[in-house]
Nanobody, 120 residues
Framework: QVQLVESGGGLVQAGASLRLSCAAS???????MGWFRQAPGKERTFVGT???????YYADSVKGRFTISRDNAKNTVYLQMNSLKPEDTAVYYC???????????????WGQGTQVTVSS
């Protein structure tokens, strides 16, 4: 069983940076860790993901602005968000999957989410 807890969300102005953390408890060895987001009234969408070995894959909408990293010793995954835009406003979720995929249906474990609000 894996439990995920996100933190680091908040209210920032456009152009600012924010770093989200996702602390995992339980066995995450060889799991890919993904980030998703859900804006009000919209479906949950893929942000990016990272393998246990550090390979990453991003959605086009965040490529070049967001960076995912992980510290396997601390069982923690990070989402560094730079040059934030109002359209990045959403609840951000981390999730764990056995594969490097963007399909949310493949992810087995989910955190409770953390709110990110970007003001213009």
């Amino acid at each position: 069983q894996v439990q995920l807890v996100e933190s680091g969300g908040g209210l920032v102005q456009a152009g600012a940076s924010l770093r989200l953390s996702c602390a995992a408890s339980g066995r995450t060895f060889n799991y890919a860790m993904g980030w998703f987001r859900q804006a009000p009234g919209k479906e949950r969408t893929f942000v990016g993901t990272i393998t246990y070995g550090g390979n990453t894959y991003y959605a086009d909408s965040v490529k070049g602005r967001f960076t995912i990293s992980r510290d396997n010793a601390k069982n923690t995954v990070y989402l560094q968000m730079n040059s934030l835009k109002p359209e990045d406003t959403a609840v951000y979720y981390c999730a764990a999957a056995r594969f490097l995929v963007s399909d949310s249906n493949v992810y087995e474990y989910w955190g409770q989410g953390t709110q990110v609000t970007v003001s213009s």
